[in-house]
T-cell receptor, first 112, second 113 residues
Framework: DAGVIQSPRHEVTEMGQEVTLRCKPI?????LFWYRQTMMRGLELLIY????????DSGMPEDRFSAKMPNASFSTLKIQPSEPRDSAVYFC??????????FGPGTRLTVL | DAKTTQPPSMDCAEGRAANLPCNHS???????VYWYRQIHSQGPQYIIH???NNETNEMASLIITEDRKSSTLILPHATLRDTAVYYC??????????????FGKGTLLTVNP
């Protein structure tokens, strides 16, 4: 079992650029979560999907952020345009409906 | 989700039991207690969860008080690799549906040689 796969592991970009983070959940899991972690705000849930459908996106900070899950094995989190305050570690997690969440290694994003 | 309170930091000697407390005095009857940990620079890792009975797995034991207002995570023989931030979370686990985890600041457990 490869676990949750995230790419890229590190991303450095300039303010104003579009950033796309990718996640492959564990095969068979039907829930997927995107989190953001910063020193100031800790670990925050941004959005989660159940059976590829977004259920709660109340944690998405603003319209610059969007997330999609076109199929059960792939999800993206896009930031357009990116800003320095978006610098953080972004985690993807997956789970079975009522099971524990398994987290990926994270993507460290730096926006200059 | 019910609010949880944890000490910001704790120390433990290698090989000894680490007992991490968590207060969740406002927990509702259908909320579970979950424990996760995050080793530096890694994603959070699930440890254990329970509703009202004590639970044990290969990683740890979870002791929940009878009134469910507090719990203790026990690592029976702590190793240096157990140094991490430990999060206690009270949340619904509506079986058949997904659930949300709200992470607080957790407890930084440092295991000393």
């Amino acid at each position: 079992d490869a676990g949750v796969i995230q790419s890229p592991r590190h991303e450095v970009t300039e303010m104003g650029q579009e950033v796309t983070l990718r996640c492959k959940p564990i095969s068979g899991h039907n829930s997927l979560f995107w989190y953001r972690q910063t020193m100031m705000r800790g670990l925050e849930l941004l959005i989660y999907f159940n059976n590829n459908v977004p259920i709660d996106d109340s944690g998405m900070p603003e319209d610059r952020f969007s997330a999609k899950m076109p199929n059960a094995s792939f999800s993206t989190l896009k930031i357009q345009p990116s800003e320095p305050r978006d610098s953080a570690v972004y985690f993807c997690a997956s789970s079975l409906s009522s099971g524990s969440q398994f987290f990926g290694p994270g993507t460290r994003l730096t926006v200059l | 989700d019910a609010k949880t309170t944890q000490p910001p930091s704790m120390d433990c000697a290698e090989g000894r039991a680490a007992n991490l407390p968590c207060n969740h005095s406002t927990i509702s009857g259908n909320e579970y207690v979950y424990w996760y940990r995050q080793i530096h620079s890694q994603g959070p890792q699930y440890i254990i969860h329970g509703l009202k009975n004590n639970e044990t797995n290969e990683m740890a034991s979870l002791i929940i008080t009878e009134d469910r207002k507090s719990s203790t995570l026990i690592l029976p023989h702590a190793t240096l690799r157990d140094t991490a931030v430990y999060y206690c979370i009270a949340t619904l686990n509506s079986g058949g549906s997904n659930y949300k985890l709200t992470f607080g600041k957790g407890t930084l457990l440092t295991v000393n040689p």
